[in-house]
């Protein structure tokens, strides 16, 4: 459905407006009507899912976008928003229960999720860096972390170790591994004692090149 004619329904018709409880945008290629996606969101104040994922948008466009709007019955998010807007949502946002995120693209600075308290939040799913950061202040059982693919693999007594103020609580764990780590169970069986489910995936490193020196003699 186009975003206008969304917009005009929404315009026009309060009953729809407020009856939206879940609402999806996902696209790939570069969103160029922001203004009009913002209008749309002003309108649905009653949303409990909402999941953006807008390929390419700058900050300051994703800023533009979601800038003090409010849903103060927000139980789901998932975005490829950058980490310093989602940061911004908690204050308004504390129902928030399950978060799913992309990279943040920061690699030598702590991700600006970190410190972050949404009092309820039991599921993030997202690159390790960035998970663990929510992990540390909030009562998180699920966990979803993947590995970034330019780097190598982070071996597993390291992401446990990361998680582990929620280990003792984690009900549910999906990891990325190295194929050639073998500690993983040894490391979960004595510092995950309630875990129900367990997903484990092989991510390869990145690809090396080797070079091969040529000597003439
Ligand atoms: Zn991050």
């Not at 309820?120 to 799913?125: A, E, K, R």
Request: aromatic share 6%; hydrophobic share 45%; net charge negative.
């Amino acid at each position: 459905m186009k975003i206008r004619f969304f917009l005009g329904i929404v315009q026009h018709n309060r009953a729809v407006a407020l009856a939206v409880r879940s609402f999806h945008v996902v696209l790939c290629e570069q969103l160029k009507q922001v203004t009009l996606l913002r209008e749309c969101l002003k309108h649905l104040r009653y949303l409990e899912d909402l999941e953006l994922e807008l390929p390419h948008l700058t900050p300051s466009r994703w800023g533009h976008l979601l800038r003090d709007l409010q849903f103060r019955h927000l139980d789901l998010l998932q975005t490829n928003a950058p980490h310093m807007v989602i940061a911004a949502f908690p204050e308004y946002h504390v129902n928030v229960a399950f978060l799913s995120i992309e990279a943040c693209g920061r690699t030598s600075m702590p991700c600006t999720l970190d410190g972050n308290q949404l009092p309820i939040l039991c599921d993030v799913s997202g690159p390790f860096g960035c998970v663990s950061a929510l992990v540390q202040n909030n009562p998180v059982s699920r966990v979803t972390a993947c590995q970034s693919p330019a780097t190598q693999p982070i071996p597993a007594f390291v992401l446990v170790s990361s998680l582990s103020t929620s280990t003792a609580c984690l009900t549910i764990l999906e990891l990325e591994l190295s194929p050639m780590d073998f500690d993983v169970l040894e490391c979960l069986a004595t510092s995950t004692p309630a875990l129900t489910a367990l997903k484990l995936i092989e991510v390869q490193a990145p690809t090396l090149v080797l070079f091969h020196w040529i000597h003439s003699t």
